[in-house]
């Protein structure tokens, strides 16, 4: 629940500037990329420690935990792309023992956030060949694919999945989603989308 690039902000006090920044992304009115850089030379100065105090405070949606252990009974390899970042990406993949978790990395030096991400953007695109990327490695078909999204950036996603669909969404996303659930808070009630 929540964006971690707003409650980032809200430690070095631009809060608001960075949720307008993010809500504009998420509805699709800004470029990823062009967002994600001005968001995080917000954040430039941080103490890694303090940003770290986060992984505490993450409020996962309901259901999560369900959701994950019964796909995991049933066969399937599941993984996290994010546009966020992997500092707490990388702690949700080891509590859930995901198969792999792909986010953007923040530059940090002498025990601080530079304001600059390192490494490949996980944008729309980027999210779209994970999909693709992960189907080869695992061995499977595109068709065979199920991608949750919930904003702009996830379009390309869940229209390279077999199945997309779109979770509390924003619009733009539900307009290219196979199925949207929008009623309903608990991440598991997705299972019964998945004919499960």
């Keep these: 629940k929540g964006e971690s690039i707003d409650e980032l902000a809200d430690l070095v006090g631009c809060g608001p500037q960075v949720s307008e920044i993010t809500a504009r992304a998420m509805r699709g009115e800004l470029d990823f990329k062009q967002a994600l850089a001005e968001r995080v030379r917000l954040l430039e100065g941080l103490p890694l420690d303090r940003a770290m105090t986060l992984l ?14 019964a796909l995991r009974s049933l066969g399937f390899r599941i993984g ?11 702690q949700l993949k080891r509590r859930y023992n995901l198969d792999f ?3 953007n990395e923040l530059e940090i030096q002498a025990g601080k956030l530079t304001g600059r991400v390192r490494g490949t953007i996980v944008d729309g695109e ?16 595109p068709e065979q694919t199920v991608a949750i999204g919930d904003g702009a950036n996830d379009v390309l996603m869940l ?24 009623h309903h808070e608990r991440l598991d009630t997705l299972l019964y989308l998945m004919g499960f």
């Design 80 to 90: 996290l792309v994010s546009g966020g970042f992997s500092l707490l990406v990388d």
């Design 126 to 141: 980027r999210k779209a060949q994970v999909v693709k990327d992960m189907a080869q490695v695992y061995n499977c078909r």
């Design 56 to 69: 505490d405070k993450i409020e996962l949606t309901p259901g999560a935990d369900r959701f994950v252990q």
């Design 159 to 182: 229209k390279t999945a077999g199945l997309g669909i779109a979770f509390r969404a924003k619009p733009k996303l539900q307009e290219v989603a196979t199925m949207s659930l929008n």
């Design 101 to 103: 978790a792909f986010a």
